[in-house]
């Protein structure tokens, strides 16, 4: 991922915008918007953007998922639902089993 970085005057001003600050180009076209990152959601961030770096890992196809879903829904309203039945349930889907 390439990067571009703040001069001292640039993260001064983002740091201390109250809302979102345009970014312009050398020629003056709008080419973003930027707002000061909260210190508390840099985690979060690190974590994206280490997912998005790596490898991309395969979805679970809807239909998979809506199974899932309607079985889970069978349990509850025939037995009722508890946390150890929806790891059950998971497991199951996991495994390849049909449910």
């Given at each position: 991922m390439q990067r571009i970085v703040l001069t001292d005057e640039q993260s001064r001003i983002l740091e201390n915008a109250k809302d979102k600050v345009e970014v312009y180009d050398s020629r003056g076209r709008l080419v973003s918007f930027l707002r000061w990152n909260d210190?508390?959601?840099?985690?979060?961030?690190?974590?994206?953007?280490?997912?998005?770096?790596?490898?991309?890992e395969p979805g679970v196809p809807s239909d998979?998922?809506?199974?899932?879903?309607?079985?889970?829904?069978?349990?509850?309203?025939?037995?009722?639902?508890?946390?150890?039945?929806?790891?059950?349930?998971?497991?199951?889907?996991?495994?390849?089993?049909?449910?």
């Open positions: 210190p508390r959601h840099a985690e979060a961030m690190a974590w994206h953007l280490h997912r998005l770096e790596g490898p991309k998979r998922v809506q199974a899932f879903l309607r079985r889970l829904e069978e349990i509850e309203h025939t037995e009722g639902i508890t946390p150890e039945k929806v790891r059950e349930v998971l497991q199951r889907v996991k495994s390849g089993e049909a449910i």
